[in-house]
Structure formats: structure tokens, C-alpha cells
């Protein structure tokens, strides 16, 4: 079982990318998740590469200070009046809770091979800030960061977005839509806040 990442792609296509499309990785990261992919695809006999896309969780992400994308906006939130987020790079929040429901679904199966796996839907990652904050009840002044004012350390793509085909196909797809996905990890996991309307 290998999990993989939509940063296997450029994002040059524009659509949601299926198992069909050729990987074009940016980045070291994508090209090293891609190997790993090939050396798995060596011995054709049982494997699974779920591929994902812009993971969030309960365990902490070294690169947001400990924090996973939910909590930080939360954190900076509390500490700020004015958020600035970027809204140029197209994104399926996925939640690592939903995503590992849906490998072991699969790994109950004998239905080996190259899988996709995100949240339904797709938005940008001023987006998702919106959703958090609306979901939380958070007040705060958001705003869309301007061109390059948060510059990526490395090569990103601006559309990864992915389509869960062969898990449809299979009827295997257990990912529900990003909305929900992130009501069920605020519930879970965020204690100070409260879902708007309660």
C-alpha cells in the first residue's frame, strides 16, 4: 500500500486528473512519491497506490509548525485581525481520517492497483480559510494574499485536483464531499469551536 500525492502532476491540465493521466512531478517530492509508485508497479501482483491530495489531520504537519492547515488557520485566527491566503493553487482538502476509511475498504479487496482518493470538490486554500472560519464561527478579516506575497519554497501545481474514477468505477468511493469532511474533523478535533448555527 502505497500513499501517494497529487503533486505527482503539474496541474497543467485545468480538470480533475484520472488514472489515465501521465504524471509530470514539479517538485522532489512528487518525483520521489512517483518512484516509489514504479518500484511498486515493478511486481504486477498486488499493490495499491492511493493517490491523495492536501491532507489534513489529527498528527501534527512539521512544515505548519505542528499544526495541519485547519488548526493553523485557527491559531492565526486567534492571534490576528487580517488573514491573508493564497487563492491560486486549486486544492481537495481530504481529511487523513476519511482517507484512511477509504484504504482500508480497499485493502479488504483484491482490487489491485492505481487508485485516486480526495474529498469531492475542489477549492482554493482561501477557500478552505473560509469554510474554517464559517464553520467554526470565527470572525475574522480574510483576505486573498496578492501575487507572490507567499512565494513557495519549491515548484507547486496550480490545479491537482483529482477524480476518484476507479473507486466509482468499483463502487468502492467512500469519500465524501470536502464540506463534510471538514465537519466531521471540527467535530472531532477542534473543541474550542461550535458549528455555525448551533
Request: aromatic share 8%; charged share 25%; glycine share 8%.
Amino acid at each position: 500500500m502505497h500513499v501517494s500525492t497529487d503533486y505527482v502532476f503539474d496541474g497543467a491540465k485545468k480538470q480533475p486528473c484520472v488514472e489515465e493521466d501521465g504524471a509530470a512531478p514539479l517538485n522532489v517530492y512528487g518525483n520521489t512519491k512517483l518512484a516509489g509508485a514504479a518500484f511498486l508497479q515493478g511486481d504486477p501482483e498486488k499493490y495499491f497506490i492511493v493517490r491523495a491530495s492536501a491532507l489534513y489531520g489529527k498528527s501534527p504537519c512539521r512544515a505548519k509548525g505542528g499544526r495541519n492547515f485547519v488548526e493553523l488557520m485557527l491559531k492565526l485566527a486567534d492571534e490576528r485581525d487580517e488573514l491573508r491566503v493564497v487563492d491560486d493553487e486549486i486544492v481537495s482538502p481530504t481529511s487523513t481520517a476519511a482517507l484512511a476509511k477509504q484504504i482500508v475498504i480497499l485493502s479488504r479487496t483484491n482490487h489491485y492497483g492505481l487508485y485516486r482518493a480526495t474529498a469531492e470538490g475542489s477549492c482554493s486554500w482561501y477557500d478552505f480559510a473560509k469554510a474554517i472560519f464559517e464553520a467554526t464561527n470565527t470572525k475574522v478579516n480574510l483576505k486573498v494574499a496578492g501575487l507572490n506575497e507567499f512565494p513557495a519554497k519549491v515548484p507547486r501545481p496550480k490545479y491537482p485536483v483529482l477524480e476518484n474514477g476507479e473507486l466509482k468505477k468499483r463502487g468502492l468511493n467512500a469519500l465524501s464531499n470536502r464540506q463534510e469532511g471538514l465537519r466531521v474533523y471540527l467535530c472531532a478535533n477542534v473543541h474550542h469551536s461550535r458549528p455555525a448555527g448551533s
